[in-house]
């Protein structure tokens, strides 16, 4: 795969999203948009070569808009990025933490810290995206409203950090899907940790899903993912789902045979290499 020249990302500059561009493609030119369809839009029309999306949270869990979106659009999944959210409080050249009487903030950051807000006996105030906020502040040029974004939103709005890593949890971390036009597939000879996501409807017999599954547990693969849609009857009959393992292994192919008994318009959405972060599993979340 040559080297994309922009990627896409949902949110102003300084987003959490944007460091996770410029953490996977550094130097690659990164382009806001103000919602995630119109993410998936520039990239699907060729406007940028790819899409820095986030799915899940440690903490506020899956992003519903982006699991309804990716049905939606004809992408593919070429990599996953873990990106740790540590949250800074952001004033105005000169601010003191004590000049400070309203926080802006997401409408997830904001709860993220909630302790330290309680602590100082600060307002706080609703934003669309934690970088926009610290824009807003710095437009507004007030000592008593800050901004919870990012250290790259301070380096771009040209605000102070008067307190670093606020959040209640340390252990707060976002996954991030790369979208492209093209699937591009690890050698499966190159060995290594890799993942692939599949979307799937189950057919309308007994244990359908239970039985869709089995093929996978009989050989060896492990879902870390499993994601289900509910359609205009009410039943959640579409899936997807992160599977531990390589589309063109043998192991993968005979469980492919048995879901295609119990499920109905498969479709491959990507393989990838596993992020090193999946590797961290299973310790102390606070050593995360």
């Given at each position: 795969?040559?080297?994309?020249?922009?990627?896409?990302?949902?949110?102003?500059?300084?987003?959490?999203?944007?460091?996770?561009?410029?953490?996977?493609?550094?130097?690659?030119?990164?382009?806001?948009?103000?919602?995630?369809?119109?993410?998936?839009?520039?990239?699907?029309?060729?406007?940028?070569?790819?899409?820095?999306?986030?799915?899940?949270?440690?903490?506020?869990?899956?992003?519903?808009?982006?699991?309804?979106?990716?049905?939606?659009?004809?992408?593919?999944?070429?990599?996953?990025?873990?990106?740790?959210?540590?949250?800074?409080?952001?004033?105005?050249?000169?601010?003191?933490?004590?000049?400070?009487?309203?926080?802006?903030?997401?409408?997830?950051?904001?709860?993220?810290?909630?302790?330290?807000?309680?602590?100082?006996?600060?307002?706080?105030?609703?934003?669309?995206?934690?970088?926009g906020a610290a824009k807003e502040i710095a437009e507004r040029?007030?000592?008593?409203?800050?901004?919870?974004?990012?250290?790259?939103?301070?380096?771009?709005?040209?605000?102070?950090?008067?307190?670093?890593?606020?959040?209640?949890?340390?252990?707060?971390?976002?996954?991030?899907?790369?979208?492209?036009?093209?699937?591009?597939?690890?050698?499966?000879?190159?060995?290594?940790?890799v993942i692939t996501s599949l979307f799937f409807e189950v057919?309308?017999?007994?244990?359908?899903?239970?039985?869709?599954?089995?093929?996978?547990?009989?050989?060896?693969?492990?879902?870390?993912?499993?994601?289900?849609?509910?359609?205009?009857?009410?039943?959640?009959?579409?899936?997807?789902?992160?599977?531990?393992?390589?589309?063109?292994?043998?192991?993968?192919?005979?469980?492919?045979?048995?879901?295609?008994?119990?499920?109905?318009?498969?479709?491959?959405?990507?393989?990838?290499?596993?992020?090193?972060?999946?590797?961290?599993?299973?310790?102390?979340?606070?050593?995360?």
């Amino acid at each position: 795969m040559k080297k994309p020249k922009s990627i896409a990302f949902q949110g102003a500059p300084g987003a959490y999203s944007d460091m996770s561009c410029r953490a996977v493609y550094p130097g690659v030119q990164t382009v806001p948009y103000n919602s995630f369809n119109e993410a998936f839009a520039a990239v699907a029309e060729g406007r940028t070569d790819l899409a820095m999306i986030p799915v899940d949270n440690t903490i506020a869990g899956r992003v519903a808009d982006v699991h309804h979106l990716l049905p939606s659009w004809e992408l593919f999944i070429i990599g996953e990025h873990f990106q740790p959210v540590n949250m800074m409080l952001l004033g105005v050249k000169g601010a003191k933490i004590e000049d400070i009487k309203y926080v802006h903030s997401h409408v997830h950051a904001l709860p993220q810290c909630r302790k330290f807000i309680e602590k100082l006996e600060i307002s706080p105030r609703i934003h669309a995206d934690t970088a926009g906020a610290a824009k807003e502040i710095a437009e507004r040029n007030d000592k008593v409203h800050a901004a919870i974004a990012s250290s790259l939103a301070a380096e771009i709005y040209g605000l102070d950090i008067l307190e670093e890593n606020i959040e209640d949890r340390k252990h707060n971390t976002t996954r991030f899907l790369v979208l492209s036009p093209e699937p591009h597939i690890p050698d499966l000879s190159a060995g290594g940790d890799v993942i692939t996501s599949l979307f799937f409807e189950v057919r309308n017999i007994p244990a359908a899903l239970y039985k869709a599954l089995g093929g996978f547990a009989t050989n060896g693969l492990s879902l870390t993912k499993l994601e289900s849609y509910v359609d205009e009857t009410f039943q959640a009959a579409t899936f997807y789902c992160d599977i531990e393992g390589h589309s063109e292994s043998r192991a993968f192919t005979l469980a492919l045979e048995e879901l295609g008994f119990y499920a109905k318009d498969v479709r491959f959405l990507g393989t990838y290499l596993a992020h090193p972060f999946r590797r961290r599993f299973g310790k102390d979340p606070t050593e995360l």
